[in-house]
């Protein structure tokens, strides 16, 4: 199995493509320390790895629901820490934020179950 260090790096722009976000927003995420790439070409074009990629998606996924980037670079903190240091508190925090994620689908599903409503509504007219 390759490993992160043997498989190929990615242009900024195959990660654009296989996340779904503009170029910008990815270049906004390294300027605000979200999201640094893991490499540079020799002409400074960013470069990055699968865990990059799977970083992105968790960032992606947490916009939804409406978490505010600050909320989002303190999660990844508690999780890059949790990966190299397990500790209670910081599993408490983790559990928060999931509780936070839970009460925020909920609200969402609320909101397609009206929307659903909505539609039947008119439909029937």
């Known amino acids: 199995m390759e490993s992160e260090t043997t498989r190929p790096m990615m242009h900024i722009g195959e990660l654009a493509e296989r996340t779904e976000l503009s170029l910008r927003t990815i270049r906004h995420y ?3 320390g979200l999201l640094k790439p893991s490499g540079r070409t020799e002409g ?7 865990g990059d990629y799977a970083r992105l998606m968790l960032i ?3 916009k939804p629901l409406g978490f505010p980037l600050e909320d989002m670079s303190e ?3 508690i ?3 949790l990966k190299h240091d397990g ?3 910081l599993r408490e925090q983790l559990d928060q934020f999931i509780d936070r994620a839970v009460e925020q689908r ?3 599903q609320h909101q397609l179950d009206m929307a659903d409503e909505f539609i039947s509504l008119l439909r029937s007219q």
């Open 30 to 32: 390294d300027e605000i």
């Open 44 to 50: 400074g074009f960013r470069l990055y790895t699968e």
């Open 60 to 62: 992606r996924r947490m």
């Open 75 to 77: 999660l990844l903190r």
């Open 79 to 81: 999780i890059d820490t």
């Open 87 to 89: 500790g209670s508190e």
């Open 106 to 108: 909920v609200k969402l």
